[in-house]
């Protein structure tokens, strides 16, 4: 199983991002994808889920209203769209796999992505 996470780079606050997760080897319409991050010093936390479907999303509170999760199983990627950028959203974003449900917590996600860096400047 692999999960590409890709789209990072260097913004302005305010600016907007669409980060990209194509997963392989596994059967992409049966599994949930977490969009996670970590800050220097941080700890990796939850920003957004979609269920397998499509039918449900996550969002963390620090970007709801901001950021929008969906997905396309044809091409077995899911997207975060990231708008109203701000310094504190600079991290490294990864993506990870879990069966079925969305869900929070980044202990119930089976595969994980390397990673794209973030960084939104002031």
């Known amino acids: 199983v692999q999960l590409q996470a890709s789209g990072g780079g260097l913004v302005q606050a305010g600016g907007s991002l669409r980060l990209s997760c194509e997963a392989s080897?596994?059967?992409?319409?049966?599994?949930?994808i977490g969009w996670f991050r970590q800050a220097p010093g941080k700890e990796r936390e939850f920003v957004s889920a979609i269920r397998w479907s499509g039918s449900n999303v996550l969002y963390a509170d620090s970007v709801k209203g901001r950021f929008t999760i969906s997905r396309d199983n044809a091409k077995n990627t899911v997207y975060l769209q990231m708008n109203s950028l701000k310094p504190e959203d600079t991290a490294v974003y990864y993506c990870a796999a879990r069966p079925w449900g969305a869900t929070m917590s980044l202990e119930t996600y089976n595969f994980w992505g390397q990673g794209t860096q973030v960084t939104v400047s002031s």
């Open positions: 080897g596994l059967t992409f319409s049966n599994y949930a």
